[in-house]
């Protein structure tokens, strides 16, 4: 539910809208400040994000990404949201780690659709030392191939981050969710500290930073800018932001939540930008309930990556082609 502004929007307007050399530069963004952003005239906040899109990059151009699931199902975590939890009966079936070969396929046909970074998802608490053997030599097979390599195993033990950089990772995706004050309603089996402390075992590996978070859980406007600001606090900042609107799964507990509304998301994005200037910010899950027309707003709004394919890693995507006639439309090259 959007929570209305107590404070008259010309009052928010010269507070969010301010000196933009500042604001792209300032220490740290509070939480106050970034709801001010959200509560801003719709077009006021696209037209500050676009504005500081394009001082960091070419506002026509998009980065694809392709996720494959290289371990599914049967996670002991209790992620609301997640089908691939055991504890929820979501028709997911469970499915072994897949083959070298059968991941290098995946990532060949990926770059071949034009994919530059290639994203291998495994439903883990956290990796043990078996995996991350084999996770190694996975990632190192599709570094051969010319792709950018990201991973999402779960939360890593301290020197698990080296051996992956080893090993040729550019990215690790490990997302914040929510805000703090709002995680517990959502998760339960790990703490928000225990993701911040995998976030800096990436960073001390020299591994990029692949964070963002869900919408549409049922969170108000206050934890969507809490969330924003976890994200734009982080020194540094992630390089790449996935911005993920809630895919509603029967069986999981978030199942028949109040559908969260798109211009919602697209303010969401537009904070996102406007927080984090240099960052690749990637519409993630929940493209496939979009419309054209918000998918659209959205890139206006900042939007510069997008995960590319039929599927993501049980979620239904929009195929290929659609995408491909969507970039035509807009005027939209790939990276």
């Known amino acids: 539910m959007i929570e209305s502004s107590t404070k008259s929007v010309s009052n928010e307007k010269k507070k969010a809208m301010g000196d933009q050399q500042d604001r792209n530069h300032m220490a740290q963004w509070s939480v106050p400040q970034i709801q001010a952003l959200l509560d801003l005239p719709f077009t006021d906040l696209v037209h500050q994000a676009q504005t500081i899109h394009r001082q960091y990059h070419d506002a026509n151009a998009i980065q694809l990404s392709t996720l494959i699931s290289v371990k599914t199902g049967g996670c002991p975590e209790d992620c609301g949201y997640c089908p691939q939890a055991a504890r929820y009966h979501t028709g997911v079936e469970n499915q072994d780690m897949l083959s070298l070969d059968t991941v290098v396929a995946a990532a060949q046909a990926a770059k071949t659709e034009g994919a530059t970074r290639f994203c291998m998802g495994a439903a883990w608490r956290g990796p043990k030392q078996r995996d991350i053997d084999k996770m190694s030599e996975i990632i190192g097979a599709v570094k051969v191939l010319g792709l950018e390599t990201c991973a999402t195993l779960g939360m890593l033990k301290p020197g698990q981050a080296e051996q992956l950089k080893q090993a040729g990772l550019d990215y690790y995706n490990h997302n914040l969710d929510t805000s703090p004050e709002f995680y517990g309603e959502i998760i339960t089996t790990r703490d928000y500290q225990h993701r911040l402390d995998t976030l800096e075992e990436v960073r001390k590996a020299g591994i990029n930073v692949c964070c963002g978070g869900i919408v549409g859980m049922g969170e108000s406007r206050l934890a969507r800018a809490g969330l924003i600001a976890q994200l734009a606090n982080l020194d540094p900042y992630p390089e790449s932001v996935p911005i993920n609107y809630l895919v509603q799964v029967e069986g999981t507990p978030l199942y028949s939540t109040e559908p969260l509304d798109s211009f919602e998301f697209v303010r969401t994005i537009a904070a996102a930008r406007i927080t984090m200037p240099k960052a690749m910010v990637r519409l993630s899950a929940g493209r496939r309930q979009m419309s054209e027309s918000v998918q ?28 491909k006639a969507l970039f035509e439309k807009l005027g939209l090259r790939t990276l």
């Open 296 to 323: 659209a707003l959205c890139f206006l709004a900042g939007a510069n990556s997008i995960f590319y394919g039929d599927k993501l890693l049980t979620t239904g995507n929009p195929e290929t082609e659609s995408d």
